[in-house]
Structures are given as structure tokens and as C-alpha cells.
């Protein structure tokens, strides 16, 4: 994990939440509101698709490109993406891993704080169960952001990542700046 100098700050947290993939990526950005009780905010979502018969290289070059995009025109303080589930397809897993080393590159670059989930992590705080499916997901999405459309299962995946770092994140703070002290104080 990543802090930038001088940690997280106080104030509206706008949270960048991805859903990495190689033939597509979800993102969702909100933006937290502790003077409001906490209130989360939907500001966009969608998902970037690049061209499938391109080579994986020159696909994760072009969903960077999106992505830095999206980075400098939202201007996110924070980064969450959902953590590598390892399934039966070890080529998928593999190329799964190559676009979140992107991803994470990218957001180093950026300066981005990045935290991770576990996609069970995410649906228990999202819709209260861990094995929820992807239309409870997008379903549960819609009624708390009061979205009009459904969105995407990938991009309503982004938005429960970043809604997953917005519960998690006070705490997650508090356990570096209390790291930081410890280390401090050794």
C-alpha cells in the first residue's frame, strides 16, 4: 500500500473504484462526505472496452490510457480495486495479474493512495452477504446511488469497490497512522 505524504487528509474523499479486467474495466468514482454523516456521493461510472482481437499488451495500453484519463479529469484522492480471485484458468489469472500491474503502476504514478478488497469483502459491505450475485450487486448499486439506468455488472462492480474503500477507509487510516506512530516511536 501507498500514502501520500502527509496520509489522507480530512475532508470530501473522491474514491476511484476498479473492476480490473483485460477485455474490459469497470470503474466507478464517488466521493465521501464525513461533515454530511458520512454520505456517499455517485459522481460516474462506466466501463472502458478495448478492440478484443488486439494482443493483451496493446489492450492494457489503451484501458491505461482510459483510466489516466479518467484519473485526471475526476482527480481521485484514492484508488480501490477488487483483489485477484484465483480460479480454475490459470491463463486467465495470469493475464488478470498483468492488467493490475498496470492498473497499480499507473496509480503509483499518479500519486494515488491504492487499497485492495476481496470480492467477498466487497459484496458482504455492498449487499450484506458475501456470495452475492452480480444482479444483486447492480441491484443494490442502483438503490443506493438512486441511479435511474442499472448500471453494468462491471461498472456497478467498480462503484461497490469504491463504496467498500469508503466504509473501510477511516479505519484503514487509522491503523496506518497508528503503524507510522509504532515505527515512530521504536
Known sequence: MWYPKGGMGVGPQRILGIDP???CVGYGVIETHAERGGAF??????VLRPCKTLEVPVR???IAAGLTEIIEELRPTAVALE???????AASAL???QARGAI???TAQHHLPTFEYAPSTIKQQVVG???ATKAQVQARIQMLFRLRKTPSSDAADALAIALCHGHS???RIQDVESDAQTRTLS
Open 21 to 23: 479486467g483485460t477485455l
Open 41 to 46: 456521493e455517485y459522481l460516474e461510472c462506466g
Open 60 to 62: 492494457i495500453a489503451e
Open 83 to 89: 483483489k485477484a480471485y484465483y480460479g480454475k484458468n
Open 95 to 97: 493475464k488478470l495479474g
Open 104 to 106: 497499480m503502476l499507473l
Open 129 to 131: 452477504h458475501g456470495r
Open 169 to 171: 477507509a477511516p479505519a
